[in-house]
């Protein structure tokens, strides 16, 4: 019936073979390492068996979605993007890697895919939108769209990595700069990145609100007193992290103290320790209540409305939009973490933490096998705890109203 079964049947069984394969999660020392040797021909052995399996993992977990999902044109045609690179990485299977034509192509190919990827997380977000127009999302839905959501933008980016990687030092693209081994910075400044993201921050916040609120940054280098803190790391994860951090600080904070000429600054506390390099935004921004924290994190909740027809693009520093999930997956990719601590009526703490040692920051990646599937096939969410919900009385939660315990009488009087 589906136009697309025949193309699926003959690739399906290359995506059922290679998403048995475990994804090989590599540290940031490995990229590195491996950088500095500068080996095209291993890499291209590793690339083209590695993304298959990357790649095949994710789609299995696609197509695990629920069927109202699935059906929504965006996300079909993401769906549709992810069979073509996949079927073009499976070319190169037999390829002989002493070819320089063939090493020549393998680059190309994978600037190509990552363009026609460029558009992933835009799309998909409209793919759930327009299930949001079109359904009544049930609450098992949600969770399992959020769970898929965190997996399949964590898979997509660590293969950016890798292309990136791997574009940056055997194609034309250039290092943003020479110190950098493709997009790592084996010395990346971190309170410089905390300036870079503030300043753009500052500079769309002062546009949009025509004021903006200082940085106060305050730096502890526990192992080596008075030393800039560094660490080996991918400088443009970091500062997308952190300036996604800032928009929602001094958003914040500008809306808090509408009339005032002097805003609070934003404190940035810096710490390197043995393990953890940690970084704490705190601004005055009147915080949100603890009933709504929950939302900050959920793809369904910051999915906006699409703006109209007529409509103005959305204002800078509008909406959470994906930043923040995303943030966080940047965060988590390297086993670092992004956690928000929020005092309603006063203000709200981001924390950013980073692991230390390059040899400890290994890719946290998403793998497709039972206990995955589980998730999108369990029934989530028995009512084992009591509802905070006070009123009105029922026998819900799935007991019928003989099961319910007869009140012990004529106990004290
Ligand atoms: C807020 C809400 C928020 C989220 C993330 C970072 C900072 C802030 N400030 O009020």
């Known amino acids: 019936m589906k136009v697309t079964k025949p193309l ?52 299995q977990e696609i197509n695990l979605l629920p069927e109202n999902l699935l059906r929504m044109p965006s996300v079909a045609l993401v769906q549709s993007w992810y069979r073509s690179s996949f079927e073009e990485i499976l070319k190169f299977g037999k390829a002989d890697e002493n070819e320089k034509k063939v090493l020549e192509d393998f680059c190309e190919k ?149 009339e005032a000429e002097a805003l609070p600054p934003i404190n940035v506390l810096l710490v390197n320790g043995n393990e953890d390099i940690t970084i704490k935004m705190s601004d005055r921004g009147g915080g949100i209540k603890r009933s709504l924290s929950h939302l900050l994190f959920q793809y369904m909740y910051s999915t906006a409305p699409r703006p109209s027809v007529s409509g103005i693009s959305s204002a800078p520093l509008a909406g959470y939009g994906y930043g923040l999930p995303l943030s966080r997956l940047y965060a988590r990719y390297f086993h670092g973490d992004l956690i928000v601590n929020s005092y309603e009526g006063y203000g709200t703490d981001a924390l950013v933490y980073l692991k230390v040692l390059s040899s400890e920051a290994n890719e946290l990646l998403p793998v497709f096998n039972k206990t995955s599937t589980k998730h999108y096939k369990a029934v989530i969410g028995s009512h084992d705890w009591s509802s905070s919900i006070v009123s009105p009385p029922s026998n819900a939660q799935g007991k019928t109203s003989t099961e319910q315990p007869v009140e012990p009488v004529g106990i004290g009087n």
């Open 110 to 258: 994978l600037i190509r895919i990552r363009n026609r990827h460029s558009g992933v997380v835009q799309t998909m977000a409209n793919g759930v939108l327009e299930l949001k127009e079109t359904h009544r999302v049930e609450q098992h839905t949600e969770h399992s769209i959020q769970y898929f959501l965190n997996r399949f933008y964590m898979s997509r980016i660590s293969i950016r990595m890798l292309i990136n990687q791997h574009a940056l030092l055997f194609g034309s693209d250039m290092p943003s700069h020479p110190r950098h081994i493709g997009c790592v910075d084996p010395n990346c400044d971190v309170s410089a990145v905390i300036r870079d993201a503030f300043e753009n921050a500052k500079f769309l916040c002062d546009q949009y609100y025509l004021a903006s609120p200082g940085l106060r940054l305050e730096q502890f280098n526990t192992p080596q007193p008075g030393a800039p803190i560094s660490v080996v790391y991918v400088p443009s994860h970091l500062y997308h992290i952190l300036f996604e951090l800032f928009k929602n600080a001094m958003r914040a904070v500008v809306e808090n103290y509408p």
């Open 8 to 59: 699926f049947d003959s690739i399906g069984k290359f995506v059922d073979y290679y998403s048995r394969f475990n994804p090989s999660p590599l540290s940031i020392k490995k990229f590195i390492d491996f950088g500095r040797k500068k080996c095209e021909k291993t890499s291209f052995v590793f690339l083209r068996k590695e993304l298959a399996v990357r790649l095949a993992n994710i789609m």
